[in-house]
């Protein structure tokens, strides 16, 4: 069968040899898996789109195609020319939405959030040719989409019973600590200091241009502000730099290495709330919450109800991306990052006197060199860095890069010191450039700078002697929160062990409000829960069963920690009316 070729631009879309046929074949030869997202760029008039829907039905019951067209003419032609039986069918989706953030976001409202495993190419026309960097590049989003997906999920099944538990902890901060958007550098530009082997070069040109009255030693007025991540506390501590603020974002109990040497230091702290607990303590110069949802749950809708959220931050992963967002929020000046690499060399993971590299130097013998052998297994692979040097780098590295590009990129006013680190898709300057903006920027007045830390936590205090009650009405609030929380787990567990008889409607609702308890299952995690009429679901509530007395516990330690901030009169009185009351 012949005809007129389909030519548009130069490019040949359709040949004029049987392209039907051509296209049932290019169907038939797709290797077809369950949970695949299949992407069809530029589909025209349909051709094989049919026979590849009727394999995913009986090969891959939960995959889908996704067809997509950039020209707006040749996406009437195909609205007008699809077979209508084909348009209703729910595993096929035709759209023109080419920008790559609403194009993830038409996938997750269309087929969920976790619904594909990977994301394939098939080219069943030659329109792909008119836009084929555009193409490339959506598809890749879309790869990359599911890969942090897929990532949370699994980082949510191994750390969000942690998560959960060190927030119901750090609860009790919230009548003390006020929310990290009370805080303001005004129009101050903002160094962000990350621990990556490049910050040492940093701070060495920081010292060679101190601008406090001794070498080395900063002042305390100086025109910027600085935000580092916890990790690089105790290299800033050796060369007596003073950050305005550092951020605290990692649960596990290894992230008390960062404070070794820091205990007591006069800095103040952005705390995330689900943050290990024993290190939001180690710094004294001042707390401050925010609050980085890890998932949806009806639990931080409830504190947010009754005023006791902070700040919420989107998840971003990496607390250095946190430290630039933070920054982004508290000034209105230029951001300068340093040490922000994701990426490694063979003798240094981070700068210098960091855990890590202290811990290198501990081991140092005449056994054991710097030179770590780990840099060049895998998953680890060669990268160029931004001043073109080679690097060392990983794959979760490489994705908080990516994130990085696409959260920050299109800001105008962040810039990345050169060096060692990764592109990070932000204008670059030297050294001497970002000192130059650091210190001469005409924003930087000391009559025109909004309150530093220290002042607006010395400003907080006296808001708080104003309202002597402030701290007193947020503790009775906690204590009413964890209370009802308290009343949701015994009638829940009064169910589930049958004191209480079963009231599926009752279970039902509090199965959904008591959600935390759950959410980190691997087979749910950040999803549905089963439908619990089902006798398949048996398993799920045995497990939810288990996670009640921990979570007690822990609401039982916040009633008395709140009780003692809302009556502190009591504390001294154990055994009497106070421990009664609770």
């Known amino acids: 069968m012949k005809g007129q070729p389909f ?18 074949r290019t169907a038939d030869a797709v290797s077809v898996r369950d949970r695949t997202l299949y992407l069809c760029p530029s589909p025209l008039y349909g051709y094989g789109l049919e026979r590849l829907l009727s394999r995913l039905v ?8 996704l067809c997509i067209e950039a020209d707006p003419e040749l996406y009437e032609l195909t609205k007008k020319n699809i077979e209508p039986h084909l348009a209703a069918n729910q595993k096929l989706c035709i759209t023109n939405i080419c920008e790559t953030a609403s194009l993830c976001a038409f996938v997750r409202k269309t087929w969920g959030g976790r619904a594909f495993r990977q994301i394939e190419m098939i080219r069943f026309t030659g329109g792909w040719q008119l836009y084929p960097e555009l193409y490339d590049s959506v598809c890749e989003a879309l790869r990359r989409e599911t890969a942090v997906n897929w990532g949370n999920a699994l980082t949510l099944a191994k750390l969000g019973r942690l998560y959960i538990r060190n927030a119901l902890r750090n609860l009790a901060l919230v009548p003390h600590c006020p929310s990290v958007e009370n805080l303001s550098f005004g129009e101050a530009p903002v160094l962000v200091l990350g621990a990556g082997p490049s910050l040492d070069e940093t701070l060495d040109a920081l010292e060679r241009r101190p601008l ?6 900063f002042s305390k007025e100086r025109p910027f502000r600085i935000i580092c991540v916890d990790t690089c506390l105790g290299a800033l501590r050796d060369r007596n730099i003073v950050p305005d603020l550092a951020v605290i974002l990692e649960s596990q109990h290894w992230n008390l290495r960062d404070f070794t040497g820091c205990r007591g230091w006069e800095v103040a702290a952005a705390i995330d709330l689900s943050a290990l607990p024993q290190s939001t303590g180690v710094l004294s110069g001042g707390r401050f919450l925010f609050m980085t949802p890890w998932t949806e749950l009806r639990f931080f809708k409830r504190l947010k109800k009754m005023n006791l959220l902070p700040a919420v931050i989107p998840p971003l992963g990496s607390v250095g991306l946190t430290a630039v967002e933070l920054a982004r929020r508290l000034s209105r000046g230029n951001i300068i990052c340093a040490g922000l690499d994701f990426s ?18 501990a081991e140092l013998n005449r056994f054991r060199s710097l030179f770590n052998t780990a840099a060049y297994d895998s998953p ?3 990268a160029l860095s931004k001043s073109g040097l080679p690097v060392r780098s990983n794959p979760g590295l490489q994705n908080y890069r990516n994130l990085f590009e696409q959260e920050f990129a299109s800001d105008p006013r962040i810039f990345d010191i050169s060096g060692s680190g990764l592109p ?12 130059s903006m650091l210190v001469s920027s005409k924003n930087t007045s000391h009559g025109g700078i909004e309150p530093k830390v220290r002042e607006a936590q ?26 009802d929380e308290k009343s949701r787990l015994i009638n829940l567990r009064n169910i589930l062990t049958g004191e209480t008889a079963a009231d599926q409607v009752r279970l039902n609702t509090l199965v959904d409000e008591c959600d935390y308890l759950w959410a980190h299952f691997p087979d749910y995690s950040g999803g549905g829960r089963p439908d619990l009429g089902q006798e398949s679901s048996v398993s799920f509530l045995k497990r939810l069963r288990t996670e009640i007395e921990p979570a007690l516990a822990l609401i039982e330690r916040g009633i008395k920690e709140a009780w003692q901030i809302r009556y502190p009169e009591f504390n001294s009185h154990k055994g009497t009316r106070a421990q009664r009351l609770i």
């Open 424 to 435: 990070l898709g932000l204008k670059t300057v030297s050294q001497e450039e970002a000192l």
């Open 344 to 361: 490694f060399n063979a003798d240094r993971f981070h700068a210098r006197s960091t855990p890590g590299h202290r811990n290198k130097m």
């Open 212 to 217: 406090g009255p001794e070498p080395g030693v």
């Open 380 to 382: 680890s692979a060669a």
């Open 58 to 65: 009986t090969e891959a019951p939960h995959s889908a195609l």
């Open 7 to 24: 030519v548009r631009n130069g490019k040949t879309l359709l040949s004029g040899i049987d392209p039907v046929r051509r296209a049932e």
């Open 458 to 483: 010395r400003a907080q205090r006296e808001e708080d002697e104003r309202k002597p009650e402030s701290a007193a009405i947020l503790a009775e609030k906690l204590l009413t929160f964890f209370q």
